[in-house]
């Protein structure tokens, strides 16, 4: 009897690690499949007659659906689980539209991708079933689960589908017609042509994203709509969310589309902010949205520098530099999600067909901070080159399954190693050698070190001294036990951080990967998840050390009640502390404390409010309109860039407005001022403004400036 009670505990304290741990993304290798060019696992929902005739069996028409779906996905978890996948990112499965939007009858141009959502609330027909139902996507969830992987759903909420043809943006919920691009009397959409320049913030927010229907997140049926379409995600167990065009979505309507699913349970988050690299005229705007929405982002600017460096031979200075300036800049740089080809650009072997260099960026992205995406089929040198292989052609359909590619191999080793070796997941990063060809930089967690060395030159081998590295005086082997052509190290004392490594030599095309995953006296912090929520929302810490007893949380010196401990994650719930950023400090049963890590206490749930404040005082160019106040929500009266809240927009100039997420029911105090160019600050006069916020829904506030 005893005995049962505690095998009964122990399924229910797996299954709520389950949904906590989904906020610590950081050990998960995850891995990007498009649904419908996968596998096709049911052949029922070929042709479904709910939208028939967008099917090629053929698979010669790009633009048709190929018959892949969650079925598919399920039969494969196997081969995913072997290589080391602990999380998969699905395309968006909402029901898209049920004709073609471009194209003809016999040569359609559908919504295979996912991104031609007509009901957020419903399953596509050709993924899982002809009655839109959840079935196959539940099946997949749970075998997934079972099989210790993760479920990532990509979620487009910026838009429906084309306005321009097929349906005409038409949106429903469960089945209910809501409205039409062309038939939307209640302003569900934005109806602002084209954005025509990706750097100007208003236009990228309300205009439309390439003919696709923009939805109001700030009309209310809107707002309620894509809240409850992410929670029934939310309820079917999905741990983490790809915010499909972040970066044209209302970015302040975005803090509180995350914080809805925060306060309802928690779940990883990562924004799709295309951006070239760290100087991009919008590059500032994308660590401050990341460092204060709780979103993470893809990592763009890594993204260019890894093809630059791999693919096209740029030197290792261009990876160097983008590794410094993003760590300098974002928060939670270990939570930026990194990768190497996807859904929207060429794939690597495209621009280089070289496989070594693939297997290469691989190593480095694996090993690199931030969490790794593989892109299917990369694991199997999968390339269609046609047109210069961007999309359509970077989506062909997964041709083999074979389990004994060095690709394969080299994700399976390295995904072990993230789990083993805290240095991968919570570590810093140090480069320690580097030449043109040559990249050896080290990741470090307290006595967890990995240091990797890269020689991506063909044809020269290059020896190495003069090297340093944390790890402590021994012997090592190559982790990958000469799978990319490493090799072995020595290691004598040296002081401090600095034991010098023996003279070695790297040869063409190689990669060696020495470990040591040490323990730690104290108790040490890697992760805290969500980055930011009111008193009661749960958050999870991770690290190690943390012993088996309860110990304490506490935030600005008081105690947070603890869900679950162990000596690797710990769950609480943020305390009734004062809103504003704070340094969270766990210690163990004893009382010997961790590291600190950053967190944000909000004021109360999120709400999206749209600031005006009419006839303000002129501007130059590179001077802006911000908003600040009294609460950390609206910036707690700063006045940089960084801390206030904008920079407001100005398509009907002198006036200005912006959407902000502010604390629900709470009466806040603000005022707007003009930041110039050089950081000068102008406050307009009088006393502050005064706003209550809604308690649900969405709001408004208009006031003049005032001289
Ligand atoms: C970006 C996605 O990654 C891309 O594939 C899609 O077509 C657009 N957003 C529109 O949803
Ligand atoms: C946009 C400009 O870039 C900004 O600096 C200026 O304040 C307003 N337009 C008004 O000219």
Redesign the pocket.
């Known amino acids: 009897m005893r005995l049962r009670l505690s095998a009964y505990l122990i399924c229910f304290s797996a299954l709520f690690l389950t949904s906590a741990a989904a906020q610590d993304f950081k050990k998960q290798l995850i891995y990007e499949i498009i649904t419908d060019r996968f596998v096709d696992g049911d052949t029922t929902n070929d042709n479904p007659s709910e939208s028939p005739g967008l099917y090629d069996s053929t698979h010669t028409n790009w633009y048709a659906y190929w018959g892949g779906d969650l079925a598919g996905i399920q039969q494969k978890i196997s081969y995913l689980k072997n290589m080391g996948v602990t999380a998969i990112w699905i395309s968006p499965p909402v029901d898209n539209i049920n004709i073609y939007a471009y194209g003809s009858a016999s040569s359609p141009q559908v919504g295979y991708?996912g991104?031609w959502a007509r009901d957020f609330m419903r399953i596509e027909e050709h993924f899982g079933d002809n009655s839109n139902s959840w079935t196959a996507f539940d099946n997949l969830v749970s075998a997934a689960h079972s099989n210790g992987i993760k479920v990532v759903v990509d979620f487009?909420a910026?838009?429906t589908n084309p306005d321009n043809g097929g349906e005409y943006g038409s949106l429903y919920n469960d089945g209910t017609f809501m409205a039409a691009w062309n038939n939307d009397p209640n302003g569900y959409f934005h109806h602002n042509g084209n954005i025509t320049n990706y750097n100007d913030r208003y236009q990228l927010q309300y205009y439309e994203?390439?003919d696709?229907s923009d939805l109001n997140q700030e009309n209310a049926t809107i707002d309620g709509y894509l809240k409850s379409a992410i929670a029934q995600f939310v309820q079917h167990h999905v741990d983490a969310f790809r915010l499909?065009?972040v970066k044209d979505v209302t970015w302040g309507w975005e803090y509180s589309f995350a914080n809805s699913v925060f306060t309802s349970g928690g779940s990883f988050f990562f924004g799709?902010w295309?951006q070239g690299n760290t100087s991009d005229p919008l590059y500032h705007d994308s660590y401050k949205f990341a460092n204060h929405s709780g979103i993470s982002l893809l990592d763009f600017p890594m993204n260019t520098a890894i093809r630059d460096v791999f693919a096209s031979n740029n030197n290792f200075s261009e990876i160097d530099s983008t590794i410094s300036t993003e760590d300098s800049n974002f928060t939670w740089s270990n939570d930026l999600v990194t990768f190497i080809d996807?859904?929207?650009i060429p794939r690597f072997l495209t621009l280089n067909s070289n496989q070594n260099r693939l297997n290469e960026a691989e190593a480095f992205l694996i090993t690199c901070r931030g969490i790794p995406i593989i892109y299917y089929g990369d694991e199997q040198y999968l390339h269609n080159d046609t047109s210069g292989g961007g999309?359509p052609y970077n989506r062909p359909m997964m041709s083999s399954f074979s389990t004994t590619t060095t690709g394969y191999q080299l994700i399976t080793k390295l995904s072990a190693l993230r789990q083993s070796n805290n240095a991968l997941p919570y570590g810093t990063s140090q480069q320690r050698w580097m030449n043109d060809d040559v990249y050896i930089f080290e990741r470090q967690f307290y006595n967890n070190v990995v240091l990797v060395a890269i020689n991506k030159n063909d044809t020269t081998s290059y020896a190495i001294s003069g090297l340093y590295t944390a790890l402590p005086a021994g012997t090592y082997s190559d982790y990958l036990s000469g799978l990319l052509g490493g090799v072995g190290l020595t290691v004598t004392t040296g002081s401090g951080n600095n034991n010098p490594a023996s003279a070695l030599t790297l040869a063409a095309h190689s990669v060696s990967v020495w470990q040591l995953a040490g323990g730690t006296t104290a108790p040490a912090v890697g992760s805290i998840g969500p980055t930011i929520g009111q008193p009661g929302v749960s958050v999870t810490i991770a690290g190690q050390n943390f012993g088996s007893s309860t110990g304490t949380v506490s935030i600005n010196g008081t105690k947070a009640s603890i869900t679950s401990w162990s000596s690797t994650q710990v769950t609480f719930t943020v305390p009734n502390v004062a809103n504003g950023v704070y340094q969270v400090q766990l210690a163990n049963s004893s009382g010997t404390k961790a590291n600190t890590i950053q967190f944000t206490v909000l004021t109360a749930k999120l709400i999206p409010v749209t600031f005006t404040v009419n006839n303000a005082t002129p501007t130059n160019t590179g001077d802006y309109i911000f908003v600040t106040g009294n609460t950390i929500e609206l910036g707690q009266w700063g006045t940089t860039f960084d801390t206030a809240i904008g920079p407001m927009l100005d398509p009907n100039y002198p006036n200005w407005f912006l959407n902000v997420s502010l604390p629900a029911g709470q009466t806040v105090q603000f005022k707007f001022i003009d930041i110039a160019a050089n950081g000068t600050v102008t406050w307009e006069n009088g006393s502050n403004h005064q706003y209550t916020v809604p308690t649900s829904g969405t709001g408004n506030v208009t006031v003049n400036w005032q001289y």
């Open positions: 991708h991104y487009a910026n838009h994203l390439e696709l499909d065009a799709e295309d996807s859904q929207d999309d």
